[in-house]
């Protein structure tokens, strides 16, 4: 059944140019937006995919795929009709980063942070004792209440780590769980070294590049290494991601969190899909991020519930290296699911306009994720969009706090 969404004020379809409607017939107000909104389009942060929006558009989705989009003027008849009354249509977002698989919660720690402690990696270590003493079905319900919270509020796709079980059969538990959800799983065995190997870490680097690794990759995509003071150092996180590569995942990187150590240059060195968090930078770590195909993910949530300075996201973009946003939701560091608040923080604290701040909590979060079917709304991709209370895409800057998400559509499904 096709479904119409007409009259509605500003269409965000991140089309890369080339492959904006090339028929001559519908090309006029396309070419029109174009001259009338040049400003409005903004290259996307080092590559072909931009910024794309057209006012007064219409979308028809079909079997689950964007059908046709186009001026609602000239939109094609459908089987169903939404009127968005002059709202504003977008992506659904791309959460790249979110630790999902937990027990527990942390709000005595926030509050005594808030009252001036510092927030450091072994806090972590709270958490995995609340998930390993945890039923299946604890986690199960958890990550279920927090993937209804991030569809209700726009996130189509998200990933989800492991990393809180940190032994080969919670491990192995925690990433067939979350693969119950997303295709996005993450084996994240090196989060940090748990207690028990405290005196031992080396032995700890053994078990998750063997045992652990070997239990969990038939039901994860990617590897994932905290590189960090407190955490894991530069050869113990290059020997993580060797060996989930050996295993056939794909490397991505916690990097440069909460010191400028080697993160950012391991994630380029491995081709890693994203180096996350970037919150400390040096000038060569910018270069390398530009000059690759790495792309930075910034967890503004972190550096919110942290009260840690926040990343120049402008000075990442100007630099040309391509910058996605994450909510990085989990019990510590960040217990948001909120990617309108990344939005938000991203324009008002990392200096990006409100175009690079919402492309990279989609089309950003998409390529960190090596997804070309999500994150725009060229004809042909998955029909996961959003709908907001407020006639443009600014909106979710301009109106920080405030619930927007009118509608959201997955795979050409209503859902919320
Ligand atoms: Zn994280």
Same mark, same amino acid.
């Not at 219409?58 to 795929?65: F, T």
């Not at 192995?172 to 190997?197: D, K, M, N, Q, W």
């Not at 290494?225 to 056939?248: H, K, M, N, P, S």
């Given at each position: ?10 269409? +965000? ?20 937006? *174009? ?46 009709? +939404?009127?968005? $009354?002059? *709202? ?5 977002? +791309? $959460? ?43 986690? *199960? ?72 690794? $070997? ?96 990343? $120049? ?68 991709? *998955? ?34």
């Amino acid at each position: 059944m096709s479904v119409l969404i007409t009259n509605i004020g500003e269409l +965000v379809t991140n089309q890369p140019e080339r492959d904006a409607d090339p028929d001559p017939g519908r090309a006029g107000p396309v070419a029109g937006r *174009r001259a009338a909104d040049a400003a409005h389009e903004v290259p996307g942060p080092g590559g072909p995919g931009r910024f794309a929006a057209m006012a007064g558009a219409a979308l028809v989705i079909d079997e689950g795929r964007v059908a046709w989009t186009g001026p609602a003027s000239r939109a094609p008849a459908a089987d169903e009709m +939404v009127d968005a $009354d002059g *709202r504003a249509v977008l992506p659904g977002f +791309v $959460d790249s980063h979110a630790h999902l698989v937990f027990a527990g919660e942390r709000g005595a720690e926030f509050a005594a942070r808030m009252a001036g402690q510092p927030y450091r990696a072994g806090g972590i270590r709270t958490t995995v004792a609340a998930t390993r003493s945890a039923t299946d079905d604890q986690l *199960r319900a958890n990550l279920r209440r927090l993937a209804a919270e991030m569809l209700a509020q726009g996130i189509t796709t998200f990933e989800c780590k492991s990393g809180y079980g940190l032994t080969v059969p919670d491990e192995a538990r925690s990433v067939s769980i979350a693969a119950e959800f997303t295709p996005e799983v993450t084996y994240l065995g090196a989060h940090v070294v748990p207690p028990e190997f405290e005196a031992n870490p080396g032995g700890y680097v053994d078990l998750v590049c063997g045992e652990m690794l $070997d239990a969990c990759a038939p039901d994860a995509q990617w590897v994932d290494v905290f590189c960090e003071r407190g955490a894991f150092g530069r050869d113990e996180a290059a020997a993580v991601l060797a060996a989930g590569q050996a295993a056939g995942l794909r490397p991505r990187v916690h990097a440069n969190q909460l010191t400028a150590g080697p993160g950012v240059q391991l994630a380029v060195e491995v081709g890693a899909a994203s180096a996350d968090h970037c919150s400390n930078l040096t000038d060569a770590d910018v270069d390398a991020l530009a000059g690759s195909d790495t792309v930075a993910t910034l967890l503004p949530g972190v550096e919110f519930s942290t009260r840690h300075p926040y990343p $120049d996201g402008r000075r990442l973009v100007d630099a040309g290296a391509t910058v996605a946003l994450a909510t990085d939701c989990n019990p510590g560091s960040c217990f948001s699911s909120s990617m309108p608040l990344c939005i938000a923080l991203g324009v008002r604290e990392m200096h990006l306009t409100t175009q690079e701040s919402v492309w990279a909590a989609t089309a950003g979060g998409a390529r960190a994720l090596r997804r070309t079917d999500v994150g725009h709304l060229g004809t042909g991709a *998955r029909a996961d969009l959003i709908m907001i209370d407020g006639p443009s895409h600014a909106y979710l800057a301009y109106r920080p706090g405030v619930p927007l998400i009118a509608g959201v559509w997955r795979a050409g499904e209503r859902v919320a």
